[in-house]
């Protein structure tokens, strides 16, 4: 009986730790492995993570360097501790909007070094010297992942107003930047979309102010 009884155990045993060896190892949190190479600059690791998200079917794809790139020009224009997530994705979204919109460049690249555009990205402090900060990269993650809160026309922001005023966010060392859409307002939408949008309340009017401005 007891011969039976250690059979058992033992067998018990070794069943647990090949159910063990054989589970499925958990998919590592590429988001963050991805988040802190930009930081970091390593783009080696940067690449590996990307490629470890875009493994799996039916996500939205990533690339490093577009991160990074996205990542320095919202720290350029809305890096400053004080300012708001909200800000951040503003800046964001008008460039990926911009590379979505027929008038301007296809890609993310050409939209950040158009000529006449995003003043100083010309710049090795732009280039080079600039270290994207966490709320930044952050921010570029979530738009790169779908994440929206304008609406497609909106490729114009800062200080001057440049067509229709979609949203403001007013700031007290930054004044007022203002996120204006498209003069040509027909090429992004049909009124089937503009119904969605504007029941989706990605359409309600932004007024921002930081608490600095108070």
Not at 172 to 180: R, W
Not at 194 to 208: D, I, K, R
Request: charged share 25%; aromatic share 10%; proline share 5%.
């Amino acid at each position: 009986m007891k011969r039976l009884i250690l059979f058992l155990t033992a067998g018990l045993m070794w069943l647990s730790m090949a159910t063990g060896a054989w589970a499925e190892e958990p998919e590592p949190d590429w988001l963050s492995l991805l988040t802190e190479a930009v930081l970091s600059g390593d783009r080696e690791a940067g690449i590996a993570a990307a490629e470890g998200w875009n493994a799996v079917e039916d996500r939205p794809r990533l690339d490093y360097d577009e991160l990074l790139l996205l990542s320095k020009l919202i720290t350029w224009e809305a890096g400053s501790v004080w300012l708001t997530d909200e800000l951040r994705l503003g800046v964001g979204e008008v460039a990926l909007n911009r590379v979505a919109s027929p008038e301007f460049p296809d890609t993310l690249k050409e939209v950040v070094y158009q000529e006449g555009q995003y003043a100083g990205t010309d710049t090795y402090d732009f280039q080079v010297a600039l270290q994207p900060t966490r709320p930044c990269v952050e921010a570029a993650l979530r738009l790169l992942l779908g994440e929206r809160i304008l609406e497609p026309r909106v490729v114009f922001e800062g200080h001057a107003v440049q067509g229709k005023v979609h949203s403001v966010f007013r700031d007290m060392h930054y004044g007022s930047i203002y996120f204006c859409e498209s003069h040509f307002p027909e090429l992004y939408e049909t009124p089937e979309e503009e119904a969605l949008s504007a029941a989706s309340g990605f359409a309600e009017p932004l007024t921002e102010v930081s608490e600095n401005a108070k």
